[in-house]
């Protein structure tokens, strides 16, 4: 596929509502290549540019259990396997004693994949990226609230998508360049 | 947020989660100027001087630990767990009420926990690192701390994963694994503000550097709150689990005073008492010298005082039970270990701790005492003090006189032990001050979802 001109338009927008607002109607309009950008996370807002469901539960699901099933495992393996020892006439599977490691692998498999697994999901970290280049997008991480429609979407046009823009009664509509 | 939080404590008559009248811009620019453009003032570099002498203090003690080993404390047969062991507990403590705030109050939805989660969490940072050093240098061989883990060598050796003391090294690595995950995490957003904010080159480089080019994007933020609260669903039964286990070092041995089934729920009420007077040691200057009051109010500091006495009365209740069952045992032993604690040797120390923890905060359930940020301050350290002699009574009232008469002893602290304790004092202060220098103290994205504009009106449905 050619590269675009130019990476998209975005509009600027004053409240949550406003932001809100003109996600729903640009998802209506058919636009899908398009994120919404807030200094708080708004729930409604991914819902309305159509994503719906994080996939973040399940990662964190598949390290617990890594963590949990591993740590089991490796005591077991040292514990009965590779270094018998009769502490007490107890069982070399003691199993009692090897819920507490157990238990703390299993936390922190579940951490340490919610965080890699979030920032993989996000694609971070990502030192570039075009939104960057709007010199207002830098209010984005204080009281501003934007709306960028990517020109890799199938229905973009520089000047119809533009005119769209300002129909949802933006504060101002920059280009953004790659 | 279901409700705007100043408009339903208006009504209610009780101080609001934050003041009114703010903006996302106002909230934001107000806490990232403390750490951008706000001069360093001459009061944070004494404090930060303070912490900073007494971390060398702390190097000098280490140095000469390694250098003579740990006969240069006070620990001998058979009190062989001393300071170290005593301050270990203490810290470890005090880092509990951290994570309680930023998860267990995050699952509980309590927006008013959003103003004071960052810098409790960054509490529980540095104090576990405090924690941490205890019993790696109470080791003898400190260098050879790694032994600790599970890892292949070429001594063919392994743990003993039977040992609640090698459950402890898990207990105190992953809770200070997910509590640095879950500060950095929350951190994220707030340092895409802070590089979008600053004016110098360099701390737009660091920031930038930091924020790993987080955009706020809807799809990250989905992402993002989903890990969050899954981080707080993880993080809460570890808090709980990790004093537990500490309280495992002493219930699973057989000696009177330690082998008791109420250390758990004891120690980890304990460990959240602490916690939260060090919450209000550090909330009550930080608010008043930084001119938060208006995001710090009168609230958090009444809720916590709150957690403090509920927290406190449970404590107090493990005490009572502790004495019964020496009592209901009738057991030779443990009668004479609590007659021992009551009037033994060391019994002006229980009888402070007794005040301390459980007399003096009784004026807790007074709202005047509540409202005055004085009081708080004073029995915040009182508490502190009472946490920290409970720990000595338990660690050393018990070794110091078991089964044998033979083999009684006395402990007494020695220099070196004061300077160790004194320098992980130190280096907390130092670590609080560098924080709050150079990083937001309070959460500003999580500030700017308590604000009343934050809501999505229902026009927009």
């Known amino acids: 596929m050619k590269r675009p001109p130019i990476f998209g338009l975005m509009a600027e927008f004053d409240s949550p509502s406003d932001l809100l607002q003109a996600a729903r109607k640009a998802y209506a309009e058919g636009y899908r290549r398009l994120d919404a950008y807030s200094p708080f996370p708004i729930e409604q807002v991914s819902e309305a540019i159509g994503h719906h469901r994080s996939r973040v539960p399940l990662v964190v699901l598949i390290g617990g259990l890594l963590g949990g099933i591993g740590g089991y495992l490796m005591q077991y393996w040292i514990s009965v396997l590779n270094y018998p020892l009769n502490v007490g006439g107890r069982p070399l599977n003691s199993w009692p004693s090897f819920i507490v490691v157990t238990f703390e692998m299993t936390i922190l498999g579940g951490a340490l994949f919610a965080v890699f697994g979030m920032l993989a999901l996000n694609r971070l970290p990502m030192p570039y990226h075009p939104v960057f280049n709007v010199e207002r997008f830098a209010f984005a991480s204080k009281d501003r609230f934007f709306l960028c429609i990517y020109a890799a979407d199938p229905r973009f046009d520089r000047a119809q998508t533009e005119r769209f823009l300002q129909s949802l009664n933006p504060k101002q509509v920059s280009e953004v360049p790659h | ?461």
């Open chain 2, 1 to 461: 947020m279901a409700e705007d939080p100043t408009v339903e404590a208006s009504q209610s008559g009780k101080a609001p989660v934050i003041a009114p009248g703010y903006t996302f811009a106002t909230v934001t620019d107000k806490i990232s100027a403390i750490v951008l453009s706000r001069r360093t003032t001459l009061g944070w570099v004494m404090g930060f001087g303070v912490g900073m002498l007494l971390t060398m203090l702390l190097l000098v003690a280490v140095s000469y630990l390694f250098l003579k080993g740990v006969g240069i404390w006070g620990i001998n047969m058979p009190i062989a767990w001393g300071f170290a062991i005593v301050n270990f507990v203490w810290w470890i403590g005090i880092g509990h009420a951290g994570t309680l705030i930023s998860a267990i109050l995050l699952l509980l939805n309590q927006p008013w926990r959003n103003s004071i989660n960052r810098f409790a969490e960054a509490m529980t940072l540095f104090a576990v690192m405090c924690a941490g050093m205890f019993p790696i240098l109470h080791l003898g061989r400190p260098w050879l701390a790694y032994w600790l883990f599970p890892y292949p060598n070429t001594m063919q050796v392994w743990p003993q994963f039977r040992s609640p003391l090698v459950w402890d090294v898990f207990a105190v690595s992953t809770y200070f694994t997910v509590s640095l995950l879950f500060w950095f995490v929350g951190l994220i957003p707030d340092l895409g503000t802070l590089r979008d904010r600053s004016q110098s080159r360099f701390a737009r480089a660091a920031y930038g550097f930091l924020a790993m080019g987080w955009r706020g994007s809807a799809r990250h933020w989905k992402n993002y709150e989903s890990a969050y609260l899954l981080l707080a669903g993880l993080a809460t039964p570890l808090v709980v689990s990790v004093h537990t286990v500490v309280s495992f070092d002493f219930a699973i041995s057989i000696l009177p005073g330690w082998h008791t089934t109420i250390f758990p729920p004891y120690f980890v009420a304990g460990a959240i008492y602490s916690g939260f007077a060090m919450v209000l040691v550090i909330a009550i200057p930080i608010r008043k010298y930084y001119g938060l009051g208006d995001m710090i109010t009168m609230r958090h500091l009444e809720n916590s005082a709150k957690v403090m006495l509920t927290t406190g009365l449970v404590v107090a209740y493990g005490y009572l039970i502790e004495g019964f069952m020496a009592w209901y045992r009738s057991d030779e032993f443990d009668f004479f270990m609590l007659k021992n604690r009551m009037l033994g040797p060391y019994a002006p120390l229980y009888w402070l701790l007794i005040f301390c923890n459980i007399v003096a905060p009784q004026v807790l359930w007074s709202r005047r005492v509540r409202q005055s940020v004085g009081s708080l301050f004073a029995v915040s350290i009182t508490v502190l003090i009472g946490m920290w002699l409970e720990r000595f009574i338990i660690v050393i009232t018990s070794l110091h006189r078991d089964f044998l008469t033979s083999s009684w002893g006395m402990y007494y602290p020695t220099k070196w032990d004061w300077f160790t304790y004194v320098g992980t004092i130190g280096f907390f202060v130092m670590a609080m001050y560098l924080f709050i220098r150079f990083l937001p103290m309070i959460s500003i994205f999580e500030m700017r979802t308590l604000l009343p504009q934050a809501e999505v009106g229902a026009e927009a449905k």
